[in-house]
């Protein structure tokens, strides 16, 4: 059975800090997704990562990918109010896709 | 953006009631989903097709059933609504072609509540 396991479940941290959230799952997979949530609406996707070694950059956020550790990092660097959200990291197994259970990400200003 | 779109967005309605959740996508995508999430909870997959005619239930055991004669469209329905019904239910797509990102994007989302 996949499992995607995601660590922390909530963050709260500075403004300016850098932090990073962990997504670790049990079956090979052929991709791994990274979304963000804010409160009541849908989800926004932010990076896909489909190859060992790979690693995508988008302004404060950076997303990598170690598929034979399947492990993948979401790194935020300097920290502002405005990243605070749930993101969610996901797997693609034969086409289905299957979420961890989202880190709660809130920054102090 | 993607266009995927899911009607009502916002559905109060009594126990009891069948109730039909739409999801139209139009980017021809094949693969398409239904997920439920509880409020700040994580999404769980209860539907999903590989494309016309196709459709397999998920991890998720769900009283719903979906169907898919249309390539853009992927209905989802609940004969008889009852209050642990009560969700968000995200509708989501992506394209299959090959050596492609396959980036898969969600609808607006459809908020049940069943009195």
């Known amino acids: 059975e996949l499992k995607v396991e995601q660590n922390p479940l909530f963050l709260s941290m500075q403004e300016g800090k850098n932090y990073t959230i962990y997504c670790n799952y049990s079956?090979?997979?052929?991709?791994l997704y990274w979304y963000r949530q804010d409160p009541g609406k849908s989800l926004e996707s932010l990076f896909v990562?489909?190859?060992?070694?790979a690693v995508k950059q988008e302004g404060r956020l950076m997303a990598s990918l170690d598929t034979k550790a399947r492990l993948s990092t979401l790194h935020i660097t300097a920290a502002v109010h405005d990243l605070s959200a749930t993101y969610f990291c996901a797997v693609d197994i034969d086409d289905k896709i299957i979420f961890g259970k989202g880190t709660r990400l809130h920054i102090l200003p | 953006e993607a266009d995927i779109y899911q009607t009502p967005r916002y559905l109060v309605i009594g126990t009891g009631k069948k109730i039909t959740l739409e999801c139209s996508q139009t980017?021809?995508?094949?693969?398409m989903y239904w997920y439920q999430q509880d409020p700040g909870m994580e999404l769980h997959l209860i539907h999903y097709?590989?494309?016309?005619?196709?459709?397999e239930k998920g991890d998720l055991s769900s009283e719903s059933t979906v169907s898919r004669i249309r390539t853009e469209h992927f209905p989802l329905t609940l004969e008889s609504a009852r209050p642990s019904h009560t969700s968000q239910y995200l509708c989501a797509s992506r394209s299959d072609e090959a050596y492609k990102y396959n980036e898969q994007f969600f609808g607006p989302g459809t908020r049940l509540t069943v009195l």
């Open positions: 097709s590989y494309g016309v005619n196709s459709t």
């Open positions: 990562l489909l190859s060992n070694g």
């Open positions: 079956t090979t997979s052929d991709r």
């Open positions: 980017m021809g995508h094949d693969k």
